[in-house]
């Protein structure tokens, strides 16, 4: 099997189950309002391995500027160097690193759409790039706004937009064909931000064995399995 025909295969069997995940509410449900973000609101994630439940880092995320592009600076990652996200909107994003590399996208990504009501969902291709590397790589979401549900985080409990993102993309060690990644978050409107995010992957590695066939067909691999938790938020003050 190719590589483009794996890809292919893991793609629509994420997007099934992703299409039979629907929450009650439908696409008469109620619509969340725009984030109105301002420099100095502040974020405390607790990030847990999913794969033995631990805890790994406890990043703080932090709005550096709120216009023309929002700009987040993400500290605490495990002694790293704090990073930059950039979004055109609330919450559209130009650069993250959530998924271990830094990506730089040709054009907005939405990770809460406008509107953001139960039943919306999109599809957008584009490219992104990593930092010092040349070439750009492809980049294909699929986006379904799934409904309301209460959420119970170490920072209490919120009403909760759930979405999902299925996304097949090109990823940068050649050694990894049909990547994939869940991409599934909790938007809750009173914190301007996700409570809890979770995402894992999954991918067609080369085969090692001898033999075009072996090394074409390759072996299933998968990625990080990680939860975001709100632990704390921290909304700038209002001037008087």
Do not use: K
Request: contains cysteine; glycine residues 10%.
């Amino acid at each position: 099997m190719s590589a483009d025909r794996q890809r292919r295969v893991l793609l629509a069997a994420a997007a099934t189950a992703l299409s039979g995940c629907a929450l009650p509410g439908g696409p008469g449900g109620r619509e969340a309002p725009a984030a109105a973000v301002r420099v100095g609101d502040r974020w405390r994630y607790q990030v847990i391995e999913r794969y033995r439940d631990r805890l790994v880092e406890t990043p703080i995320v932090e709005v550096v500027e709120a216009g023309p592009e929002i700009v987040l600076r993400v500290s605490g990652r495990g002694g790293s160097p704090a990073v930059e996200e950039r979004y055109s909107a609330p919450w559209s994003v130009l650069q993250e690193s959530v998924y271990g590399l830094t990506m730089r996208f040709g054009e907005p990504m939405p990770l809460v759409p406008l509107p953001a009501a139960p039943g919306a969902g999109s599809t957008r291709v584009t490219t992104y790039t990593v930092p010092g590397e040349t070439p750009a790589r492809r980049w294909s979401q699929q986006l379904r706004v799934e409904g309301w549900e209460p959420v119970t985080v170490p920072a209490g409990r919120f009403d909760s937009l759930r979405i999902t993102r299925v996304i097949a993309f090109d990823h940068p060690d050649a050694g990894r064909r049909a990547s994939v990644l869940t991409d599934r978050l909790w938007y809750a409107p009173e914190v301007r931000h996700w409570v809890r995010r979770e995402w894992r992957g999954e991918y067609v590695s080369a085969g090692a064995g001898a033999g075009r066939d072996t090394a074409a067909q390759g072996t299933s691999g998968i990625e990080d399995w990680l939860e975001w938790r709100l632990a704390a938020f921290l909304p700038a003050p209002v001037s008087s």
